[in-house]
């Protein structure tokens, strides 16, 4: 085995999934997993199966869907969690179980009222029973980040005795410095006489910004395999992004770790997940923000001009970006619009293509130039077609002196509706306008307006979330007027109530 090869798990479809409004359906699911096996990553985290009749069903069809890469379900230390995961994996050729408890003293009291010595009991009752079904079997002790080395030590020691072929180290709540982090894997590697006999692997939370240099400083001392998700995507501000790891590993030579990464498949695949969970990429986001390889100062300009090693340590083509992509104007054909979706890792059967085709038109006669987040808008548009209530047509006017006025016509599962409101602002009152045909409660809780582009004929991006009933919705619009893309996610979020 070669000793410096770094083994990527991926959990965007776990851990990174668990973001509020950003869950995927089974078949968006198996989507990303067919991605991920195409970049090379070794091990998908595909679900919590107890969790969810969804989460079940989709390790199953995720199973059936990939080939070579482990397939991994997560459970509790409890053996109802364990027998579900074993079902849910029937069908994974390559099959793991990631098992665990919580082991820091907060954990142990707090959360589970127990001591030590009891959880120790758990967590290898808990290996062993699973290491009945699977020959891989991942233990996680929740909260090591906070956990006394001594009594962590322990456990490792305990759990690869009981069978664990891989021990999980997460710093669950990002509070780890990166040489604390190091140095608690690297305290590991000296004390547990059994260590050779597992991989240890890294899982470390973004609540400080730290993720990746935490991951880093374990990968330094020891650890050889890194849990990652793609964009940083997962609970609170996310996990350690994928595609930092591997750059980092595959520009710095010095630190002589390898990995199976095709980092060629990075920036589509970014592009997928970011439209799949309409979860913007922030501008300034290392390796793949739009901003990521844009050098706006003058002297970094004519640094570039001269020789593009002065200001750029990775070559946007080594992420997949192709710097001489082909523009898109209204006057680009089927054949231009279907190329760029699938180099962003979109395909679309020749029906939904062909509609998506004529909104590109439509955009295309709005805008100079169509960008690659404009027509990921698109084809994330054409994914809501088939909705109970649609707006036919919309009219808002507003101005200095006069109050801002809405009109707006409604299909409701083919019923027509027609209302107008005021507000405090156009799209105020537009929102207005549909609550009079609309009569339920829903309040908006949540409303955030992203830019796509610069420039007066700029598409946005409005995602939304609303209460309805004690329960929370998640809307997402888009459109090059800011009116129409905010009553456009508010309806999205009033057709998933409707659908419950």
């Not at 929370?472 to 456009?488: K, L, N, R, W």
């Amino acid at each position: 085995m070669d000793k410096n090869r770094v083994y990527f798990f991926d959990t965007t479809l776990r851990d990174g999934e668990q973001v509020p409004g950003c869950q995927l359906n089974t078949i968006e699911k198996i989507q990303v997993a067919k991605a991920l096996e195409a970049l090379g990553v070794d091990v998908i985290e595909a679900g919590f199966p107890i969790s969810s009749p969804g989460d079940y069903n989709s390790v199953i069809e995720i199973s059936k869907a990939v080939t070579w890469p482990a397939v991994c379900a997560l459970t509790r230390a409890v053996q109802k969690d364990i027998d579900v995961a074993v079902e849910a994996l029937r069908f994974a050729k390559h099959k793991r179980i990631h098992t665990g408890i919580g082991t820091s003293d907060s954990h142990i009291r707090y959360k589970f009222n127990s001591n030590r010595e009891e959880i120790l009991e758990r967590a290898v009752k808990a290996v062993k029973y699973a290491r009945n079904f699977v020959d891989e079997v991942e233990f996680y002790a929740e909260d090591a980040g906070r956990t006394d080395n001594e009594y962590l030590a322990k456990v490792v020691e305990a759990v690869i005795a009981a069978g664990a072929t891989v021990v999980n180290i997460p710093d669950t709540t990002g509070y780890c410095l990166p040489g604390e982090y190091g140095a608690k894997i690297k305290y590991l590697c000296d004390n547990v006489p059994n260590i050779d006999k597992a991989i240890i692997s890294t899982h470390c939370h973004n609540d400080l910004g730290m993720a990746t240099a935490n991951t880093m400083a374990g990968l330094l001392n020891g650890a050889r395999q890194c849990e990652v998700t793609i964009n940083g995507v997962g609970e609170r501000a996310g996990n350690t992004s994928l595609e930092e790891i591997a750059m980092i590993i595959k520009s710095h030579h010095d630190i002589d770790l390898n990995s199976n990464i095709n980092t060629t498949k990075i920036y589509p695949l970014s592009r997928m997940v970011s439209n799949l969970m309409n979860m913007p990429v922030q501008p300034n986001k290392a390796i793949v923000g739009r901003n990521a390889f844009a050098h706006s100062s003058g002297i970094h300009q004519d640094g570039v001009l001269k020789n593009v090693s002065t200001y750029e340590i990775i070559d946007p083509k080594d992420i997949g970006l192709d710097t001489n992509s082909i523009v898109l104007t209204a006057r680009s054909g089927h054949a231009a619009l279907k190329y760029r979706l699938e180099s962003l890792g979109v395909k679309l059967n020749e029906e939904k293509l062909d509609k998506v085709y004529q909104e590109f038109l439509k955009l295309a006669d709005k805008k100079k130039e169509i960008c690659d987040d404009d027509i990921l808008m698109l084809a994330g548009a054409e994914r809501s077609h088939g909705q109970i209530v649609k707006v036919d047509w919309l009219q808002a006017t507003s101005g200095i002196g006069m109050k801002p006025v809405a009109s707006i016509g409604i299909d409701i599962a083919g019923e027509k509706f027609e209302a107008a409101a005021t507000g405090n602002g156009p799209v105020d009152a537009s929102i207005n306008a549909l609550r009079q045909i609309v009569k339920r409660k829903i309040n908006i809780n949540e409303f955030t307006i992203q830019g796509i582009t610069k420039g007066s004929d700029d598409s946005c991006k409005v995602h939304m979330q609303v209460e309805h009933e004690g329960h929370i919705f998640y809307g997402f619009g888009s459109s090059t007027d800011i009116v129409t893309a905010s009553v456009e996610a508010y309806v999205d979020c009033i057709n998933k109530i409707h659908s419950i």
